[in-house]
């Protein structure tokens, strides 16, 4: 298994029960203190997403039969976020309705069954505005998350084009130390052949030139 799936695994797992403890505890707050814990919460869970993303990035480049095992994980793990998310949700709004609730008895109006329209419009407004609020936050966070994700895909996008750069170069390297040797070995083989030419050359006027006297005795006597 991949040494990296395996770190950003295991910081998941972390932020995970991290995570589910501050569901727990936010859920026993009210007020001012729940919201700043659930905000503290869903910065949690951006940070979640991105190590989900960067896990499922690593798992798709490494060989078929570890990435189907490595994918399954992924499965499990964002149903355990999305999880995460509708408690996150279910608290947030048990939140907005205890500060509606707030709301109506620090105007002193708690005890009373017709609250005006403009008073509930203006409520329901400023809730509205919060929420937009916190939404374009948690957007340009998760954007900037996502340029972080896309920067390192492209730079393990980089080492993997350099690696197969550095093979192409050794793998050349070693051909032009084959030609090489080769070039030495055919220039041995010449040496060899011609001097053998030139022994089997000497050999061939010795025994000329000994036919020669032979014949030149016979016919001197």
């Given at each position: 298994?991949?040494?990296?799936?395996?770190?950003?695994?295991?910081?998941?797992?972390?932020?995970?029960?991290?995570?589910?403890?501050?569901?727990?505890?936010?859920?026993?707050?009210?007020?001012?203190?729940?919201?700043?814990?659930?905000?503290e919460?869903?910065?949690?869970?951006?940070?979640?997403e991105s190590?989900?993303?960067?896990?499922?990035?690593?798992?798709?480049?490494?060989?078929?039969?570890?990435?189907?095992?490595?994918?399954?994980?992924?499965?499990?793990?964002?149903?355990?976020l999305?999880?995460?998310?509708?408690?996150?949700?279910?608290?947030?709004?048990?939140?907005?309705?205890?500060?509606?609730?707030?709301?109506l008895?620090?105007?002193?109006?708690a005890d009373?069954?017709?609250?005006?329209?403009?008073?509930?419009?203006?409520?329901?407004?400023?809730?509205?505005?919060?929420d937009?609020?916190?939404?374009?936050?948690?957007?340009?966070?998760?954007?900037?998350?996502?340029?972080?994700?896309?920067g390192?895909?492209?730079?393990?996008?980089?080492?993997?084009?350099?690696?197969?750069?550095?093979?192409?170069?050794?793998?050349?390297?070693?051909?032009?130390?084959?030609?090489?040797?080769?070039?030495?070995?055919?220039?041995?083989?010449?040496?060899?052949?011609?001097?053998?030419?030139?022994?089997?050359?000497?050999?061939?006027?010795?025994?000329?030139?000994?036919?020669?006297?032979?014949?030149?005795?016979?016919?001197?006597?």
């Amino acid at each position: 298994m991949s040494e990296v799936f395996e770190r950003y695994e295991r910081q998941y797992c972390d932020f995970s029960a991290n995570l589910s403890k501050k569901c727990t505890s936010a859920s026993l707050l009210d007020g001012e203190q729940k919201k700043q814990k659930i905000s503290e919460i869903k910065t949690g869970v951006d940070d979640a997403e991105s190590l989900i993303r960067k896990m499922d990035l690593e798992a798709r480049s490494l060989q078929p039969n570890v990435k189907v095992v490595l994918l399954a994980k992924l499965r499990e793990y964002k149903s355990d976020l999305n999880n995460l998310k509708s408690e996150i949700k279910r608290i947030a709004s048990s939140n907005l309705n205890q500060a509606a609730r707030d709301e109506l008895l620090e105007s002193g109006m708690a005890d009373t069954l017709t609250v005006s329209a403009d008073q509930r419009a203006r409520l329901l407004m400023s809730t509205e505005r919060l929420d937009k609020s916190s939404d374009r936050i948690r957007e340009s966070r998760k954007t900037m998350l996502e340029t972080e994700d896309l920067g390192v895909s492209i730079l393990q996008d980089l080492n993997q084009q350099r690696q197969a750069l550095l093979h192409a170069h050794n793998t050349i390297h070693g051909v032009d130390d084959n030609i090489s040797r080769s070039k030495k070995i055919l220039t041995a083989m010449s040496r060899r052949m011609s001097r053998n030419k030139w022994i089997i050359g000497s050999i061939i006027a010795v025994l000329v030139l000994a036919i020669i006297l032979i014949l030149y005795f016979k016919l001197s006597k």
